[in-house]
Structures are given as structure tokens and as C-alpha cells.
């Protein structure tokens, strides 16, 4: 396959408003498509050259892009800048200018080879050899190729959907509708690495989809927890149940594999990222791990080695960087609380209740005697009152609150439901948790705030279902002087010229600047109301939802976009807060 062919159907999909009709097109791609093409077209489709967790680096900038496109089109890079300018798009200059370049038909397994050649580039010197070998690769392919070259390697293409547009795709492909999305899903839940699923569905069907399990150093889908809002309502929902501690910090997923007396060690955070070289103190911990091979759970938090006690998070998310590594750890330690395991020496534990997995856990952690390392306390609950002392116990030790979680239940990755239910401890307002959302757009300023050319931000909140964000509140409040404009550089990094494809609003609210839906934001606010003005949770039948008064608390780091709060979690909060109202 010619990665011409490659790109003339992104340019269908960028051009394609129905959700049906771009996973269509997908699906009509991956037909023609080898498996080894259908890997790297999955891949290529969400802006990345392997899989989401092992990440992909291309560090180069826009300056440097704009040197390379000039080359190519034999102008200034003034007038590439001016015309990056007016149009939002770097990629978009290029069908801007006329192309004299013969397109060498290059295949798209050579352009992918091509784009991992120039990502290893580095060293003295490895700017200019990136824009030359750049430079070079843009003379090789057709102008609407290089258009998404250009997007893919700054990391802006933006088709505008997620992986769980391609599972539809993939179901299309195999059976021509989306009746098998479960099952691709499931798959992708527990080895999340969408290139390899998209490789085997078009090798050998659902049926070698099937067949994929547990494969350690790939991450799983963690599982998430649903809220309630007292420990009531908890009771009357599951029962019986286990109460754990919920606690603050960077949620990872460890996998570890022994072998010729090496033992290989990885760190997932909550939204898959390959966070391994941040950790070595947590690393040194699980060496002695009595396993050959396991996939664990847990928490890492900072902790104050005076008093023993957690720190917040604030402190605990300082050790989330690349360099200064040793320096930091010495500073903020961290302890490692693990609540699960997975997989323990060639066996899935997925379908183990939770009593026999925290059993496991608990066995092969408590021979380690390594004070780094510990297993979540849990205890058993039967009644209401029972669970509202020991979540106020929890709060008293400093901690968010507690997990419950159903004794007889499985792990099921990916998927949010009360198996578990979180209760956190709430603020004044009625609304008595956060929200998780993500910047859509900005408004510009208003008096004093017009000099910093934001006044107000547009943020919105997941839709699964149709694989788009739907807006909840316009922010104006809960930003420092020296927040709102760094609000608006990250914003500007992320701009677009026009609302996404995955990205639904209302007439009249649409924001002064569009950004693509990357940067996570929590935020408080005093309640869920419904609304004409917002899309979240829109229906032809209801209104949608509406946050009051809601403001600004931090940015959220450990979450990809997708993992914002749903608009189910939102219809859930909704309902919960008219119950805490008639206490």
C-alpha cells in the first residue's frame, strides 16, 4: 500500500462530520490493508508511530519545521511563518504553495521506517540533520502526503477520534457493523496496544482477537471505580463488602519478568504512559519480589520519612519528571501501597474474586519485609455505620477516603462499574466531588484580563459512547494572575483553526480560540444543573448538564483525555446530589 492512499483517506476523514461515516472509512482502509499496514495505519491514525505506552518522540519543534517546509517549497521562512500564522497549520501551508516534487510512490511501511529514522536522530548537530533528513522525505511523497507528515511528526494530527473509533472500524472490516466492538474492546482492555489488536483482527479474525490474554510488559486497561455519595447508599447497593483506603497519588500498574537471572521491571501510570525510568527506588524495592512473573497494582505516594505519614499530592506528583531524578527521590521518597494483582507466573488472576487476589497479593509482598512496600489494608463491612467509621477514620489519617469494593468480583479492565465505589471526603456545595475535564477553547479577556488575552475557558467532559467531548461550564474563576497565562501557552500550543470532529457545542458558546481537546483540568464546583447552553448529556428528549460556579483547582497530569469524567459519571453525580438534598 502507497502511503498516498494513506493519506487521501485522512483527508476523507478530516472532511467527514458523521461519526458512522469516518469508522466506515477506517474500515474500508484496514480491508486494504496487510496486517503488518493495518498496525502501522492504526498507529499512524491517532498521531503516533507504536504503541500509545511506549511512546512516541520525534523533539522536533515548530521552528525547525518551518525551515524544512521552506526548503520544500523553495520560499521564505517568513512566508511559511505568516502562513502557519492565518491558517493554524503548519501541514496546511504546504497545499497552500505549488508542488513540484515527484511523488516517489513511496509505500507506508517505508514512510513509517522513514519516520522512525528520523525520530532516532539525535546528538551534535541533530536539528540541522533532522531538517535535512526531513526535508528530504517531503521531497519524496505527493503535497497532501506531506501535509500529514508535517502533523504527524509536530503531533498534531488531529482525525479526530480515539481508539474506540478504530475497534469500531475493525468490527466494520471483519463483519461490516460495529456488533463486535465488546469483544475488540475487551481485547484492547487487557493488552492496550491498538496496533497489535488492528495486526491480528486482520490476520485471523475475531478468532485471534479472542485469543489474546495477559502479556506482561503490555499494559492493561486499569479498572475504575464508580461514586456514591455516603456510605449508606454504598450498603444498600452492594451489601456486604471490602473497605480499602483510598489514597493520593500516581496510580501504576508494575510488570515484572524474571528471566536468565535478570529481572525486567515496568511502571504504567493510569493512563499507560511508560513511566519505568522515574521510579528507581521503587524498582530496587520489588527486586526481591518472590515471582517470575506478575502484573501488581498500587499507589505511590510521597512520604514524610520525620512523621511517616503520606504527603498530598502536590508534593507526591514532584517525582513525575525525567531528569534530577536521584536528587528528587532523595527529597520526596515514595512508598509503594499495592491494592491488586493481575497476573501472577503465567496465570490470569482477572477473573479471581477480590478476596482470593488481595489473598495472593498479600502472600508474595509480605515475604519482601521491604519497607517500601506494602498491601492496602482492608477490612470487612456489613452495615452502613460500620463503613462511615472507618471512612472517617481514613479522612482523620489524611487520606481522600475510602474504596469499597464487592468481595466476589472479578477484575474487569477498562471498565468503570460499582464492583468498585469510591467515597471521597466532600466540601461545602452539593456537589461533593470533583470533575474531571478538559480544555476545549478559550474566551479572550476583559479588562484587567485582556492583557493576558484569556479571560475564560470552554472545558468539556467524555462521551464513550460516541467517542466525542461534550461541553459542561465556561471557567473564569480559581486562576491566579500567573495561571491564566499559562493557561493560554499551553492553550496555544494545542490551537486549531475550527472545532474538532470530536468535540460537540452549541451554537453561541463556541470559544474565541479552539484548542484540541489535550489538557486536563480538575475542577470544583457547587452543583450539577441542567442546561439549554451545554452539550454534555444532550439528548433530542433532555437537556444537557451544566456545572455551577465551577472553578479551576489543578491541572491532572495522570489522565489522558479520554479518561476525563463521562457524561455517565455526570448523570450519576447529578442523581446523587438530589439524594444528598432531601437528607
Known amino acids: 500500500m502507497h502511503f498516498s492512499e494513506v493519506a487521501h483517506y485522512f483527508d476523507l476523514i478530516e472532511r ?24 502501522i495505519i492504526a498507529y499512524l491514525s491517532l498521531g503516533t508511530l507504536r504503541a500509545t505506552y511506549e511512546g512516541t518522540q520525534f523533539n522536533f519543534a515548530s521552528k525547525g519545521m518551518v525551515v524544512a517546509v521552506a526548503r520544500v517549497l523553495d520560499i521564505s521562512e517568513a512566508a511559511v511563518s505568516t502562513s502557519a500564522t492565518q491558517t493554524g497549520d503548519l501541514g496546511a501551508v504546504i497545499t497552500l504553495h505549488p508542488w513540484t516534487h515527484t ?36 521531497q519524496s511523497v505527493d503535497a497532501l502526503s506531506a501535509r500529514y507528515l508535517v502533523r504527524i511528526v509536530l503531533q498534531k494530527l488531529r482525525l479526530g477520534f480515539s481508539e474506540m473509533t478504530l475497534i469500531d472500524a475493525l468490527s466494520w472490516a471483519l463483519v461490516g457493523n ?25 490476520a485471523g479474525g475475531i478468532a485471534a482477537v479472542d485469543s489474546i490474554g495477559i502479556t506482561v510488559g503490555i499494559p492493561i486497561r486499569p479498572a475504575a471505580a464508580e461514586r456514591l455519595p455516603s456510605a449508606a447508599a454504598i450498603i444498600e447497593k452492594i451489601g456486604s463488602a ?36 522515574m521510579f528507581p527506588d521503587l524498582k530496587a524495592a520489588l527486586l526481591d519480589l518472590p515471582v517470575q512473573s506478575a502484573v501488581v497494582e498500587g499507589e505511590a505516594l510521597a512520604f514524610d520519612e520525620q512523621t511517616g505519614s503520606f504527603l498530598p499530592f502536590q508534593e507526591t506528583v514532584k517525582r513525575r519528571r525525567k531528569y534530577d531524578i536521584q536528587s ?15 497476573y501472577l507466573n503465567g496465570e490470569s488472576f482477572l477473573e479471581k474474586s477480590q478476596s482470593e487476589r488481595h489473598n495472593a497479593l498479600a502472600t508474595i509482598v509480605n515475604t519482601t519485609n521491604n519497607a517500601l512496600l506494602s498491601v492496602a489494608e ?87 459512547e460516541e467517542d466525542r467531548f461534550e461541553t459542561i461550564a ?31 457545542v452549541t451554537r453561541g ?36 448538564f451544566a456545572l455551577r460556579f465551577p472553578r479551576f483547582l489543578e491541572y491532572r497530569f495522570d489522565k489522558s483525555p479520554t479518561e476525563a469524567t463521562s457524561v455517565d459519571e455526570v448523570v450519576s453525580l447529578f442523581d446523587q446530589q438530589k439524594v444528598v438534598g432531601e437528607e
Not at 181 to 198: C, K, L, P, Q, T
Not at 475 to 485: A, V, Y
Not at 522 to 536: C, K, Q, Y
Request: hydrophobic fraction near 40%; aromatic fraction near 8%; glycine fraction near 6%.
Open 16 to 39: 467527514e462530520s458523521s461519526r458512522v461515516k469516518m469508522t466506515q472509512l477506517l474500515a474500508e482502509l484496514f480491508k486494504k490493508a496487510s496486517p503488518h499496514e493495518a498496525r
Open 103 to 138: 511523488d516517489s510512490q513511496a509505500t507506508l511501511i517505508e514512510i513509517h521506517r522513514a519516520l522512525v529514522e528520523f525520530e532516532q536522530l539525535s546528538g551534535s548537530g541533530s536539528v540541522e540533520d533532522k531538517v535535512r533528513y526531513f526535508t528530504t522525505l517531503l
Open 178 to 202: 460495529k456488533s463486535l466492538h465488546d469483544r475488540i474492546e475487551y481485547a484492547f482492555n487487557v493488552s492496550a496496544d491498538i496496533g497489535f489488536i488492528a495486526e491480528l483482527s486482520c
Open 242 to 277: 471490602i473497605a480499602e483506603p483510598k489514597f493520593d497519588g500516581f496510580r501504576l500498574q508494575v510488570h515484572v519478568k524474571k528471566h536468565d537471572e535478570k529481572t525486567e521491571l515496568r511502571f504504567f501510570s493510569r493512563n499507560l504512559l511508560d513511566m519505568s525510568a
Open 328 to 342: 528528587t527521590m532523595e527529597e520526596l521518597p515514595l512508598k509503594l501501597v499495592l491494592f491488586d494483582i493481575l
Open 378 to 464: 482492608e477490612i470487612r463491612v456489613e452495615t452502613a455505620d460500620a463503613l462511615q467509621h472507618y471512612f472517617l477514620q481514613n479522612i482523620t489519617a489524611g487520606l481522600e477516603g475510602v474504596v469499597v469494593k464487592r468481595p466476589d468480583s472479578s477484575y474487569q479492565p477498562g471498565k468503570r462499574n460499582f464492583n468498585w465505589i469510591k467515597l471521597k471526603r466532600s466540601e461545602r456545595g452539593k456537589l461533593d466531588d470533583t470533575i474531571d475535564a478538559v480544555v476545549l477553547g478559550y474566551y479572550y479577556g476583559k479588562g484587567k484580563r485582556a492583557s493576558f488575552g484569556i479571560g475564560a475557558c470552554l472545558i468539556g467532559v467524555y462521551n464513550k
Open 474 to 504: 465556561k471557567i473564569g474563576t480559581g486562576f491566579s494572575d500567573d495561571e491564566w497565562k499559562e493557561l493560554r501557552v499551553k492553550c496555544d500550543t494545542q490551537k486549531v483553526n475550527d472545532c474538532p470532529h470530536n468535540v460537540m
Open 509 to 544: 458558546l463556541e470559544p474565541d480560540i479552539w484548542v484540541a481537546p489535550e489538557i486536563m483540568v480538575v475542577v470544583r464546583a457547587d452543583e450539577i444543573t441542567r442546561s439549554p447552553a451545554h452539550t454534555a448529556g444532550k439528548t433530542a428528549d433532555r437537556l444537557g
